[in-house]
């Protein structure tokens, strides 16, 4: 016989194969409008306020239309830009330049008339001027390349030439340019015959190709720094302390350009228009796309955000491009049309009304459970669990089971499995017995509902014997003070701070003497009666912190003062044990990284899509698709004193939670500001799981008690196949990355042909055998309730009762084994939806 089902499963493999954790992207929509904004547009020349220093002084300006204070665009047609004092400032195209000392007045005229004004004020300009090394050679050494990681700022430097990466250390580059290959680098008696511009102009050959024209001013910087004399950076030089951007955040429309200005403060005040000499990157180039000096082009609808780099400092620029409904009868992105149910959800609608998004209606009962379920606890709701709640027509009945979900021993299963992937549990790392203490004490933590703060201040101050304080094997995975320090602050913060440990991180802020300040603080940490390694002995540890000790900082040749980042720093003669202090400030509410950290681990468990995408990826310069609702999520963890499980049930009981899976046209494209619920693939645990629970026939794991659930297990070691075919990490690192949802061919072959299914339904304990007397109607129920979690429709039962019944008694078996094998293998088992 025939069996429709492999049909069936075709169309899943196809679609797991081509589009399985896929949504539709933003260029399917249609080009949106200028929102509506009440209030007249305004129209302001910025900066509006210009400050130029010395003959070189330059600034960038823009005349920027705005409604009620907020920035939607800039007017480009038909604008002329004057000034009325020429012999203090003119103007060139965008340009203000400095040619005298003295006030000036520039003015934006639009159509014949007088629109905008900026003040400027020019100084020193009849004092002597000279390019800083510190602030002007190396801005151009890292806007042309010339130290970054593929060029001369790698480790090993090319052809003999090393600068430091992205001029982190100015020293040293100094020294490079102008003590190294006999002084040939830059020759001051005759600077054109200097090879740092001979080559990057192409008068000798350059690997690197050519990276300056001589009429650019970047050769004019370097060609007068060199005639001058080639000054050195002294401590006396004035050093950067921020970045301003212009506009910061801005309302466009598709095909919009903004010029963005920047501008960079000094330590002595004074303030240089650093837009030319900035390095640009668009964080979302699907809605916009920047050029090599700020000009940005909006391509596509949504939140885009552009990084600006300068002398190692970050900043951003957003830009917020509302969509354009294809279907106005659904277009209900007004914040008064959409329920709202706590903070999340006025957030969240907010940024739904800003956008032009349309929200998903509410999902069904049967929908909102199974969906519930599995993001909480990890299990699907029983056959007759589901009747119950589908049958139930009290008003506060989701809110019911969201609290019972919270209590359940399940929930305790799930994420103390959670955590164990954070923390890195591992058999192929820790013995057993520290594997049992550890599990131990992650479980009992989040059995008691231990707050977050408090279990990871007992992680980070542990002391004594792993085989007895669990929480202190952390110690026993990480053995020295650099990976204490990372593997901290990734957990704990969602902050990658090691490419830190060489040089200056080039997308954050922190620097090799922060890095090496953070790793001073675990130092002091020792270990005695190691008894053997993770390959023999019983692995136990007592861990302790001494009282005295440095790590040395490696290019400076001295221990860098212990300090928790952005903390105070401490003596080093104190003999505290310094995990004390850095577990404080840590786990601090004042910490901006602490808290959002985790309301970010927590909601994208329950959204599958974190406000921060990836959700180990904190930093200032990946920023959040909903930046308001972050900072309140994490304010509600600290009025809630950070008990997990009341953000947990703010987000079930939200609206935007309980939003339906299906798009509709208006809100097809959204992948990141939740306009509906996004399906995701169950993770490998809860699927094994869930074909255990629905055959009812067990997963048997070596060693382990016959039924034990793939969310008990407490060590990834143990050997699963289906588990590590379906993405299983190896926790060998702290990164949400371990874990895959992506599809692969050995997926497919295992639902097609595996044992986890086919031989699941073959078992003489399967539920298929006690179902094959039943009634045909019965048996149809019972699949579509413990596998979907609803009724199947009439035109579902129709069906498969059709195949049920044709099918000759010696077949009925045989039959419903299809059946059950056709869900289990269908994208509405496999996805939470």
Known sequence: MLRFTHAYFGTYCLALFLAATTHARADDAQAPSTPAVPGDVQLELLPKSIVLEGKEGSQQVVLQRSIDGAYIGQQRESVVLTSDNPSVAKIEESHV???????????????????????????????????????????????????????????AGQKGFRLTLFGFDVDADYSYLTRQALGRRVVPTDPGRSLILTKPTGLLPHKGGVRLDVASKEYRVLA????????????????????????????????????????????????????????????????????????????????????????????????????????????????????????????INAKLAALQLPASPRASDATFLRRAYLDTIGVLPTAAETRAFLEDVSPDKRDRVIDALLARPEFVDYWSYKWSDLLLLSGDRLRPKAIETYY???????????????MVREIVTATGSTHENGAANFYALHQDPEMMAETVAQAFMGLSINCAKCHNHPLEKWTND???????????????????????????????????????????????????????????????????????????????????????RIWANFFGVGLV??????????????????????????????????????????????????????????????SRYYPKRLKAEVMLDAVSQVTAVPTKF????????????????????????????????????????????????????????????????????????????????ELYLSSLSRFPTAEEKARLATEIDAAPAEERRAVIEDLYWSVLSSREFLFNH
């Open 97 to 155: 330049i400095a040619t005298g000392n003295g006030t000036a007045m520039i003015e934006a005229t639009l159509d014949g008339k007088v629109v905008a004004r900026s003040s400027v004020t020019v100084t020193k300009f009849d004092a002597p001027f000279e390019w800083s090394f510190r602030n002007h050679v190396e801005s151009v050494l890292s806007k042309q390349g010339c130290n970054g990681g593929a060029c001369h700022g790698a480790r």
């Open 224 to 347: 007068e720094w060199i005639a001058s004399g080639t000054p050195g950076p002294s401590d006396a030089d004035p050093q950067i302390t921020r970045l301003e951007v212009l506009p910061e955040q801005s309302v466009q429309k598709l095909g919009d350009h903004q010029q963005i200005v920047v501008l960079a403060h000094f330590s002595d005040g004074h303030v240089e228009d650093a837009t030319r000499w900035s390095k640009y990157t668009s964080v979302h180039s699907t809605v916009a796309t920047v050029g090599e000096h700020g000009d940005v082009e909006i391509v596509g609808p949504g939140e885009g955000a552009i990084k600006i780099w300068y002398l190692n400092y970050s900043a951003m620029a957003f830009v917020t491009v509302p969509y354009a409904s294809s279907d106005p009868a659904t277009a209900n992105v007004t914040t008064d049309k959409l329920a709202t149910r706590n903070f999340i959800d006025e957030r």
């Open 440 to 454: 131990g004490w992650i479980r009992k933590s989040v059995e008691e509902n231990k707050p977050w703060d408090v």
């Open 514 to 600: 922060q890095y090496y300040g953070l790793a001073n603080m675990f130092s002091r940490v020792r270990a005695k009666g190691w008894g053997g390694d993770f390959r023999g002995g019983d692995g136990m540890r007592v861990v302790y912190s001494d009282t005295q000790g440095e790590l040395v900082q490696p290019s400076r040749g001295t221990p860098q003062a212990p300090r928790p980042l952005d903390g105070a720093a401490l003596e080093f003669a104190d003999p505290i044990d310094r995990r004390v202090p850095l577990a404080s400030w840590l786990t601090s509410p004042e910490n901006p990284y602490f808290t959002r950290a985790i309301a970010n």
């Open 613 to 674: 995408e990836k959700v180990d990826d904190m930093r200032a310069t990946n920023p959040s698709s909903n930046e308001p609702l972050l900072d309140d999520a994490a304010k509600f963890l600290v009025e809630k004193k950070y008990n997990l499980r009341e953000l947990m049930r703010a987000i079930l009981q939200s609206e935007s939670y309980q939003r339906d899976s299906q798009s509709l046209p208006g809100n097809k494209p959204d992948e990141r500001f939740y």
């Open 702 to 781: 070596k060693d382990k008690p016959a039924g034990t659930r793939a969310l008990q297990l407490p060590d990834v070691a143990v050997e699963s196949y289906f588990l590590s075919t379906f993405g299983r990490p190896q926790r060998l690192i702290t990164c949400d990355c371990e874990r895959s949802d992506e599809p692969s061919m050995p997926q497919v072959l295992h639902l097609y042909n595996g044992d986890v299914i086919n031989q699941r339904l073959k078992d003489e304990a399967s539920v298929v055998k006690s179902l094959v007397e039943k009634p045909t109607p019965e048996i149809i129920d």
